[in-house]
């Protein structure tokens, strides 16, 4: 922000002992920036004869708030040129303060190059919100301006479309254009001029709108491409042909308004991650989302069982070894501090802030990159049946130690795919626990986040994370006894029933004698 960072760097200033030269600043809005300015001794001055030169500075409108600030100017002239946006009421009340009134003329005060492009003349205006469509008559206030009245308000989540009264001066043809001036604005206490410059991030957006072309329409605006459940400052002006020498310094100009824009569903939540600490339960934690388009009141946790994959039977896994899943927690939460210490340490670091413009891109690839995860694995994972093992046998010849398989269940018979249960949950807070889980198995977590809106906007996209509880450390054992017969000379045959409830697929058994 310009203006701040000279308010750092000159506000200190008491006294200039030379001259004050302003010229070709494009970016100055107010020389509110020195704040603490009280004279300009003018030792030496601009062309022998200026103390105060102020040359060709498209956007400057204020010089100081004269109702806070005292300035003097002992010696020497004051220079106005090219100034298009500064108002000669402007000027002209400077040379009352500073005492130098009567020591310019018209040309060193140039009433055609001086607020030729500004809505001059125009009186404080009370600041208030604009809650629904506004029908009050237009009255003019003090002076030759006139108060522009908005007339109707239509707001969405991303666009404002705002109507006002049709303009009249004196003189039709002096009317050449409105301008529509907005911003986003967290609180109601704009003003026109403070923190803002012609090129920093605090400065208002600026609209221009051609005239209706019938004379009995009301003039209005599309405000395109806003954020959702943001509050904007909003005001307009009338662009006239004013020259003051001739008496025509008219203008028009509404009071500031106070519009929030409609919610929208927020973006998906960030960085999901999870962790099993028994075999029932798995902890899941995540961030809110970038933008949350309204006021986030709880998450919607989904989440559904998945079936074990057959292709898993392909192996040999008697001769090739086995790598079994695991149930490992996600590093990120960390190993001596819990989740409430983590969250709270991230309260209380305050991160640099990117750009808006570096925000919105960040969240729109995030938010494609969930959905595109979800459409594939929607389209391309799909989960197979596992079935049930029966008449499991091995025949043992000398050794130490034997392998039997499992026979592959035989997928003949169109077996449906199992139908899991999807359960849900609301939750508040950025974490949820999910119980009564079944051990040693593979779940797919859906998060959604809703804000108040969420009954007619819907929740975010689903982000997702798949996580597998632990294993039961006595599912695997096998119930009862296992038999035995001859099965020739050197070899015996056992049997013995089949685990219960195990931990996932039985891929091999191990038999030691």
């Given amino acids: 922000n310009l203006a701040s960072e000279l308010q750092s760097s000159l506000g200190l200033i008491e006294t200039i002992t030379g001259f004050l030269k302003i010229k070709h600043s494009f970016a100055l809005v107010s020389l509110s920036f020195f704040k603490n300015l009280k004279l300009i001794r003018g ?14 500075n498209q956007n400057l409108q204020q010089l100081w708030d004269w109702s806070h600030h005292v300035l003097s100017i002992p010696v020497g002239k ?21 005492g130098t009134k009567g020591r310019q003329n018209k040309v060193e005060i140039n009433p055609r190059t001086n607020g030729d492009r500004a809505s001059c003349e125009y009186g404080d205006g009370d600041i208030r919100q604009l809650r629904g469509p506004l029908s009050e008559p237009c009255h003019p206030s003090t002076g030759k301006t006139q108060t522009l009245r908005f007339i109707s308000n239509v707001t969405e989540s991303d666009r404002i479309f705002l109507k006002w009264e049709r303009y009249r001066p004196p003189e039709y043809r002096d009317l050449l254009s409105f301008i529509v001036y907005y911003k986003e604005l967290p609180f109601q206490n704009v003003s026109e001029y403070v923190g803002q410059d012609a090129c920093g991030a605090q400065s208002w957006n600026v609209l221009d709108v051609e005239l209706p072309l019938s004379s ?55 960085d999901v991650i999870s962790m099993s600490n028994s075999s029932s339960h798995i902890v899941v934690r995540w961030k809110p989302p970038t933008q949350r388009n309204g006021n986030i009141t709880y998450y919607l946790v989904l989440w559904q069982q998945l079936a074990e994959d057959m292709e898993l039977y392909i192996n040999d896994y008697c001769h090739k070894g086995l790598k079994l899943p695991t149930s490992s927690a996600d590093t990120r939460f960390g190993d001596g501090d819990g989740p409430e210490v983590e969250q709270d340490a991230e309260e209380r670091c305050c991160p640099c802030r990117p750009a808006d413009g570096q925000l919105r891109m960040e969240g729109e690839a995030e938010s494609f990159q969930k959905k595109f995860e979800n459409f594939l694995h929607n389209s391309i994972i799909i989960p197979r049946t596992p079935k049930r093992r029966r008449d499991v046998v091995a025949v043992t010849s000398p050794a130490n130690a034997s392998s039997a398989e499992p026979p592959v269940p035989s997928r003949a018979g169109g077996e449906p795919k199992p139908d899991f249960q999807i359960f849900e949950d609301k939750v508040v807070r950025d974490r949820a626990v999910l119980s009564r889980l079944r051990h040693f198995t593979e779940y797919r977590i859906d998060i959604h986040a809703c804000n108040h809106a969420a009954h007619t906007v819907g929740c975010s996209a689903a982000t997702f994370v798949f996580a597998r509880t632990m294993p039961e450390l006595q599912a695997d054992n096998i119930p009862g006894n ?32």
């Fill in 482 to 513: 296992v038999t035995w017969e001859p099965a020739g000379k050197n070899s015996v045959l056992l049997r013995w029933e089949e685990p219960r409830n195990p931990n996932g697929l039985i891929l091999k058994y191990e038999i030691k004698y």
């Fill in 43 to 56: 030792d030496s001055m601009v062309d022998g004869n200026y103390t105060l030169y102020v040359l060709d």
């Fill in 216 to 270: 009995e329409q009301a003039p209005g605006v599309a405000l395109l491409n806003l954020r959702p459940w943001t509050q904007y400052a909003i005001f307009v002006r009338a662009i006239t042909l004013t020259t003051a020498e001739e008496g025509r310094n008219y203008g028009a100009q509404s009071e500031v308004v106070y519009i929030r824009t409609m919610p929208a569903a927020p973006t998906v939540p960030r």
């Fill in 78 to 98: 004051m220079y106005f040129a090219f100034n298009p946006k500064l108002c000669l009421a402007e000027i002209y009340r400077m040379e009352e303060v500073t």
